[in-house]
Structures are given as structure tokens and as C-alpha cells.
């Protein structure tokens, strides 16, 4: 079983719909990102959480929202998808010590209508 | 501010010969630099990473990166391609004065093919 589970995997919506892609890990790690990829333009980070208890906006978090229910388990949510929000979603791991070594999820591709 | 610029959208090359993934960046710090490589329809994974140790990197899968200061380059090479090693790669800066993991800048990733 993989170490970082997204789900979806895929979907498609239409414009103005409430989304939400989870997130689980089985890693142990304290640290939770969420990246977007776009073609051309690499790994952009949305939100990320070093606990329960704090997250933070990266740096394209507008129109995304995000839950950390559990050390384990860290959701994103598009409130009203939009066209734009096409693209490729990535749920990310790390451990507090080491720096940008990420263990990534499988991904999750949603495109909108 | 810290910035990745990966010089090749796509490469390609012939089984057996060299790979060559260049990157440059910029940093204010002292920067940590990471290569990670994505298969398709699969995650990043991590290949390797500099955090001011030996400047000669040696990763997973027989590549390596050399970290260079004068020329602010990383560039990632492997003596002879394999046609597993067909993915994307992306070039990763850290600032290391910053927390880990907020401040990754991700390149926008080199595509490399490799022909029979």
C-alpha cells in the first residue's frame, strides 16, 4: 500500500461546484503540504500544516481551503471550482527534521468544466 | 528571494549515452538543492540533495549533481541512459534560513526522453 493515499485520483466537475481531494498517510510524518502542478510552470504550494493545530497559506492559496482532521489526514477544498483550477494536485509528506526531502502522493487530476 | 530555472523543457537522448539536466537558481542564503524525478502518472521522488556537504551529490539510479557557487548551477548527469529513466525531472532550491518546507521553489521541470 502506498505511504501517502490521495483520492480521487481523477475528476471532473463543472464551474461552481464544491470539490474536496483527502489526503492520508501512513508515515508517521508531522509535516503536510499540498502542491499544484501546471505544465511548464513545476510544483506550486497551496497550504501546508507542521501539526494538527497549524496551517499555513502558501503561495497560491487563493480560492483553496484546507482541513488537517488528524496527524494522518489532510484535506483540500476548491469552495466553487473554476476553469483555472485545471490541473494536477499533489498531497505531500516530510518529517520536522529534514529539509525538502517530501514523500508525495500518486496525485489527484481535476479538471473543471 | 529564491528562484529554479531549468534550461531544457525536454531532452533526448540515445540508450547508453550521457544525460546532462541542467539547472540553475538563485538564493538569498545558503541554499539546499534537490533533484526529484516523476514517473508517469506516478508522485515526485526524491533522487537526491545537497545541504552544503561534498559538492558531488551522488543520488539514486546512477545519477549525480554537481553543486557549483560561482556558476549557481546544480546540473544533474548520468554516465549512460537507461530507458527507465524516461520521466520528468524538477530542480528544487530550499533557503536553508528558512523553515523546511515552506520555502521549496520548484523548477519548471525538464522532460527526458530516451530513445532505443
Known amino acids: 500500500d502506498a505511504d501517502v493515499t490521495q483520492t480521487p485520483r481523477n475528476r471532473i466537475t463543472k464551474t461552481g461546484k464544491r470539490i474536496m481531494l483527502e489526503c492520508s498517510q501512513t508515515?508517521?510524518?508531522?509535516?503536510m503540504y499540498w502542491y499544484r502542478q501546471d505544465p511548464g510552470l513545476g510544483l506550486r504550494l497551496i497550504y501546508y500544516s507542521f501539526d494538527v493545530k497549524d496551517i499555513n497559506k502558501g503561495e497560491i492559496s487563493d480560492g483553496y481551503s484546507v482541513s488537517r482532521q488528524a496527524q494522518a489526514k489532510f484535506s483540500l477544498s476548491l469552495e466553487s471550482a473554476i476553469p483555472n483550477q485545471t490541473a494536477l494536485y499533489f498531497c505531500?509528506?516530510?518529517?520536522?527534521?529534514?529539509?525538502?526531502?517530501?514523500?508525495f502522493g500518486e496525485g489527484s487530476r481535476l479538471t473543471v468544466l | 528571494a529564491q528562484s529554479v530555472t531549468q534550461l531544457d523543457s525536454h531532452v533526448s537522448v540515445s540508450e547508453g549515452t550521457p544525460v546532462l539536466l541542467r539547472c540553475n537558481y538563485s538564493?538569498?542564503?545558503?541554499?539546499?538543492l534537490f533533484w526529484y524525478v516523476q514517473h508517469p502518472n506516478k508522485g515526485l521522488q526524491l533522487l537526491l540533495k545537497y545541504t552544503s556537504a561534498a559538492t558531488l551529490v551522488k543520488g539514486i539510479n546512477g545519477f549525480e549533481a554537481e553543486f557549483k557557487k560561482s556558476e549557481t548551477s546544480f546540473h544533474l548527469t548520468k554516465p549512460s541512459a537507461h530507458m527507465s529513466d524516461a520521466a520528468e525531472y524538477f530542480c528544487?532550491?530550499?533557503?536553508?534560513?528558512?523553515?523546511?518546507?515552506?520555502?521549496?521553489?520548484f523548477g519548471g521541470g525538464t522532460r527526458l526522453m530516451v530513445k532505443p
Open positions: 508515515k508517521g510524518h508531522d509535516r
Open positions: 538564493s538569498s542564503y545558503s541554499p539546499s
Open positions: 505531500a509528506t516530510s518529517r520536522m527534521s529534514t529539509t525538502g526531502e517530501l514523500f
Open positions: 528544487v532550491v530550499s533557503d536553508r534560513g528558512r523553515n523546511a518546507g515552506n520555502m521549496l521553489t
